[in-house]
């Protein structure tokens, strides 16, 4: 096992738990609540509902979506 540095929107979800005080699942429950919603309405709902900062939005709605892919 190699101990890599996370890379992509995942390398964001530390400091994102940290400064917004909720779990990544978490996030990701509110994002999918709102499907079908676009990516860009759903990082706009993260930055304007709840405060966040448009790169943080950002990395959890494109791993949601990455995630939830057919």
């Given at each position: 096992m190699t101990d890599e540095?996370?890379?992509?929107p995942?390398?964001?979800f530390p400091s994102i738990e940290k400064k917004y005080g909720r779990?990544?699942?978490e996030w990701k429950a509110?994002?999918?609540?709102r499907y079908p919603a676009k990516h860009m309405e759903l990082v706009a709902m993260l930055k304007d509902e709840?405060?966040?900062g448009h790169g943080h939005a950002n990395a959890i709605v494109a791993?949601?979506?990455?995630?939830d892919a057919p």
């Open positions: 540095p996370i890379k992509g995942a390398s964001y779990p990544i699942a509110l994002v999918r609540k709840h405060g966040m791993h949601t979506l990455a995630e």
